[in-house]
Structure formats: structure tokens, C-alpha cells
């Protein structure tokens, strides 16, 4: 049975994509089959579309893309008992094996065996249907929209760096490198948790002017290179210029006591190892090149606790539907574009350039689900 209308990638050819129909997927045991309504582009989906690889991760046959989705429950296998035809949900796109070391250690996202939508070889939530184990469909409350539930997975994102990686509480101070829907993410999952401190660090003016509105305490952006200059002697400067001009310290009341890189720069990590506190956090959120240069030393002789973030694991969905759903995030300035299914191909080119044809910048880009109103909530 076909009525699936699909936005797929062309393998090894950059930016072709095309629509296309796919096979409705049937659902067994405890699957679930969810009609999607809503999509948000992520980071990732518009670096296989304009490259076709990320890291190991290469596209070698024709691939669904996206996976920041929600839609309303369409068919349900014979054991679920949680969910009813009609129920409004947020996708968790990862399906874990539930059997290895990781996934029995509450680590799922570090499963061997993982199945996330549009990372090859596995299609994406890019169309009508998408089936997922029930357990990773979660209920929207009333007052959230499908919009709101596609930014769920950011949100996740966010909440395992700062909440889980982070071991964010009340009281302390962050600093965010990169004001991308991440990093700002990242600043109001902070802020919502009581941060008595949230400093947004950027080169572009325009996002760090939304970072302030939006959650940011302090902003800072950081001098230009020099000519010549290294990127380790760059960030000592930066590091000294941020400290200098936001009065930060790297001990005591005025310290940060968790740095998170979302830019995947090299010389955002290491100007982030620089202010980070005397026995602080660093966690990298962002992926960049996959060779760089970090001191050593500082890491050592300030005992930074240093983490990679990938995804998100157990709890990082329900704290972010709770932290949405309480008033403490407001997600919907996030979403700056919207696109009905047919403009696909435009809603990634808008995102790729950062912008669209009016000049407005993109934060974050819905594409509704087919047959469904842009407006539709």
C-alpha cells in the first residue's frame, strides 16, 4: 500500500533531492505508526544535503531526510497500551536495541545497533508516516503545539548537555559558544533550571542580539583573527578580552562554572577550556573538524571535567515536554520559517544560506507534513 509522499536525498550527488512515494509501513508488537505533521531542519539534515556525508556516516543509497518531528498517532501495533489513534506526539527519532552494554546501562544513544531517522542507511520522518516503538512517541499536553513537539528534539539535545552531561543547578553560571537553535537551546534549558548566569558568545551580531532577548544574561563576540596569528594564541586573547570585558574570573562567585561549545569551532573549544572555572565542566555539544588542537594542560591543571554530548538518552524528552509545558522554555520564537511540504527543496536551501530571500535570518524551519496548512497547530 503506497500514499506516502517522501522527501528523499539522492545518493552521491550533492543538493538532488526529489519526492517520491513510499511504501506505508505496517506496525507490529508495540509500534506505533505516527502521521507526521510537523518537521524542523536540523544542522545535520542540511550537511548530508549539501554533502552527503558526516563524518563515517555516508549516504550510499537514496535516503528520507529529517527527523525534528511530531505528528498524530495513526495506527497502533496489538500491545501497545499507552497510545490511541488521534493522540498528539513528539518523535524520539533514535530506536535504540535495548539488549547491549550501552542500552542496558542507560546509555542508549551510545547503542551500536541504533536505528535514527535520516543518519545512513536509515530513511527519515521527511513524509507522511512514520513508525517508531510506542515508547518513543510522547504524549504532547494540550498546550503545546506540533510545532512545539518538533522542537522537542533540539530541546533533548539541549537538556542532555546542560541537565544530564552538565549537571546544571540553580545558582550557577554557563557560558554558550554559537547562538545556533542549539546553543540557544542550550541557554534557556539553563535558564529554566535556575542559572544565576547565561553568556551567549558568537561572531554574528544578529544572533547574539536574539541570544539577549531570548535567554542570554551577557553577550559576548569575540575579536577577529589576526593576520598570522594562530588559532592557540587567538584564543588566549579572547579568552582574556571575554574575561576583561564581562568581569569573569576563573575561581570564586564570578567564574563560569559550565562551558558548552555548540559551534563545533576549534577556537571556540579552546578559548570555552580558557574561562572555564577551576574544576568547571566543559561539554561539547557541536561537531566540527574532527582533528583539533586543544591544551592539555589546561584541562589538567584546572581539573575541567571534559564531556561530549551526543543526542540525548533516558528522561531528556520528558524533561523537555515538562520544562515546554510549564512556561519555562517558550519555543515558539525559535521557529523563524515555515514551508508547506511541496517547498521542501526551498526551506533547505533557505536554511542552508542562512537566510531567506527577504533578508530575515533563519533560526529554525518548520516544513509541515503533506496535505497540512503551514498555519496548522
Same mark, same amino acid.
Given at each position: 500500500?503506497?500514499?506516502?509522499?517522501?522527501?528523499?536525498?539522492?545518493?552521491?550527488?550533492?543538493?538532488?533531492?526529489? &519526492?517520491?512515494?513510499?511504501?506505508?509501513?505496517?506496525?507490529?508488537?508495540?509500534?506505533? *505508526?505516527?502521521?507526521?505533521?510537523?518537521?524542523?531542519?536540523?544542522?545535520?539534515?542540511?550537511?548530508? /544535503?549539501?554533502?552527503?556525508?558526516?563524518? +563515517? &556516516?555516508?549516504? $550510499?543509497?537514496?535516503?528520507?531526510?529529517?527527523?525534528?518531528?511530531?505528528?498524530?498517532?495513526?495506527?497502533?501495533?496489538?500491545?501497545?497500551?499507552? *497510545?490511541?489513534?488521534?493522540?498528539?506526539? !513528539?518523535?524520539?527519532?533514535?530506536?535504540?536495541?535495548?539488549?547491549?552494554?550501552?542500552?542496558?546501562?542507560?546509555?542508549?544513544?551510545?547503542?551500536?545497533?541504533?536505528? &535514527?531517522?535520516?543518519?545512513?542507511?536509515?530513511?527519515?520522518?521527511?513524509?507522511?508516516? /512514520?513508525?517508531?516503538?510506542?515508547?518513543?512517541?510522547?504524549? *504532547?499536553?494540550?498546550?503545546?503545539?506540533?510545532?512545539?513537539?518538533?522542537?522537542?528534539?533540539?530541546?533533548?539535545?539541549?537538556?542532555?548537555?546542560?541537565?544530564?552531561?552538565?549537571a546544571f543547578h540553580a545558582? %550557577?553560571?554557563?557560558?554558550?559558544?554559537?547562538?545556533?537553535?542549539?546553543?540557544?537551546?542550550?541557554?534557556?534549558? !539553563?535558564?529554566?533550571?535556575?542559572?544565576?548566569?547565561?553568556?551567549?558568545?558568537? #561572531?554574528?551580531?544578529?544572533?547574539?542580539?536574539?541570544?539577549?532577548? /531570548?535567554?542570554?544574561?551577557?553577550?559576548?563576540?569575540?575579536?577577529?583573527?589576526? =593576520?598570522?596569528?594562530?588559532?592557540?594564541?587567538?584564543? =588566549?586573547?579572547?579568552?582574556?578580552?571575554? =574575561?576583561?570585558?564581562?568581569?569573569?574570573?576563573?575561581?570564586?562567585?564570578?567564574?563560569? +562554572?559550565?562551558?558548552?561549545?555548540?559551534?563545533?569551532?576549534?577556537?571556540?573549544? %579552546?578559548?570555552?577550556?580558557? #574561562?572555564?572555572?577551576?574544576?568547571?565542566?566543559?561539554?561539547?555539544?557541536g561537531m566540527g573538524a574532527?582533528?583539533?588542537?586543544?591544551?592539555?594542560?589546561?584541562?589538567?591543571?584546572?581539573?575541567?571535567?571534559?564531556?561530549?554530548?551526543?543526542? /540525548?538518552?533516558?528522561?531528556?524528552?520528558?524533561?523537555?515536554?515538562?520544562?515546554?509545558?510549564?512556561?519555562? #522554555?517558550?519555543?515558539?520564537?525559535?521557529?523563524?520559517?515555515?514551508?508547506? &511540504?511541496?517547498?521542501?527543496? *526551498?526551506?533547505?536551501?533557505?536554511?542552508? $544560506?542562512?537566510?531567506?530571500?527577504?533578508? =530575515?535570518?533563519?533560526?529554525? !524551519?518548520?516544513?509541515?507534513?503533506?496535505?497540512?496548512? #503551514? $498555519?496548522?497547530?
Amino acid at each position: 500500500m503506497t500514499d506516502n509522499p517522501s522527501f528523499v536525498l539522492k545518493a552521491h550527488v550533492h543538493e538532488e533531492v526529489y &519526492f517520491d512515494q513510499k511504501a506505508i509501513p505496517s506496525v507490529a508488537g508495540d509500534e506505533v *505508526l505516527v502521521e507526521v505533521k510537523k518537521t524542523g531542519i536540523c544542522g545535520s539534515d542540511v550537511h548530508f /544535503y549539501a554533502h552527503g556525508r558526516i563524518g +563515517d &556516516f555516508v549516504v $550510499n543509497s537514496d535516503m528520507v531526510l529529517g527527523h525534528e518531528s511530531s505528528g498524530v498517532i495513526s495506527k497502533v501495533g496489538p500491545d501497545v497500551k499507552n *497510545l490511541k489513534p488521534g493522540d498528539r506526539v !513528539a518523535v524520539e527519532p533514535g530506536a535504540s536495541c535495548r539488549k547491549c552494554e550501552a542500552c542496558k546501562s542507560g546509555r542508549y544513544q551510545l547503542c551500536p545497533e541504533m536505528v &535514527f531517522a535520516a543518519t545512513p542507511p536509515h530513511d527519515g520522518t521527511l513524509g507522511r508516516y /512514520y513508525k517508531v516503538p510506542s515508547d518513543l512517541a510522547y504524549p *504532547l499536553p494540550p498546550n503545546l503545539s506540533l510545532e512545539d513537539g518538533a522542537m522537542m528534539e533540539p530541546l533533548a539535545v539541549a537538556v542532555h548537555a546542560v541537565s544530564k552531561l552538565g549537571a546544571f543547578h540553580a545558582n %550557577q553560571s554557563v557560558a554558550v559558544f554559537g547562538c545556533g537553535p542549539v546553543g540557544i537551546l542550550c541557554m534557556a534549558v !539553563a535558564k529554566a533550571l535556575g542559572a544565576s548566569r547565561v553568556v551567549a558568545i558568537d #561572531i554574528v551580531p544578529g544572533r547574539l542580539a536574539f541570544a539577549k532577548s /531570548y535567554a542570554a544574561t551577557d553577550t559576548f563576540q569575540p575579536p577577529a583573527l589576526e =593576520k598570522d596569528e594562530s588559532r592557540v594564541a587567538y584564543s =588566549k586573547r579572547a579568552a582574556a578580552a571575554m =574575561k576583561e570585558a564581562l568581569g569573569i574570573a576563573e575561581r570564586g562567585p564570578k567564574a563560569i +562554572d559550565l562551558v558548552l561549545d555548540a559551534s563545533g569551532a576549534e577556537v571556540s573549544i %579552546q578559548t570555552g577550556l580558557r #574561562i572555564a572555572k577551576f574544576g568547571g565542566t566543559f561539554v561539547q555539544v557541536g561537531m566540527g573538524a574532527p582533528d583539533i588542537t586543544i591544551d592539555m594542560g589546561v584541562v589538567l591543571s584546572k581539573e575541567i571535567i571534559l564531556k561530549g554530548s551526543f543526542r /540525548y538518552g533516558p528522561g531528556d524528552y520528558p524533561l523537555a515536554i515538562a520544562l515546554a509545558s510549564q512556561g519555562k #522554555i517558550d519555543l515558539k520564537p525559535l521557529v523563524s520559517h515555515r514551508f508547506p &511540504f511541496t517547498d521542501a527543496i *526551498l526551506a533547505f536551501k533557505t536554511t542552508r $544560506n542562512g537566510k531567506s530571500e527577504d533578508g =530575515k535570518g533563519v533560526i529554525k !524551519a518548520i516544513i509541515s507534513g503533506p496535505d497540512v496548512g #503551514i $498555519n496548522e497547530v
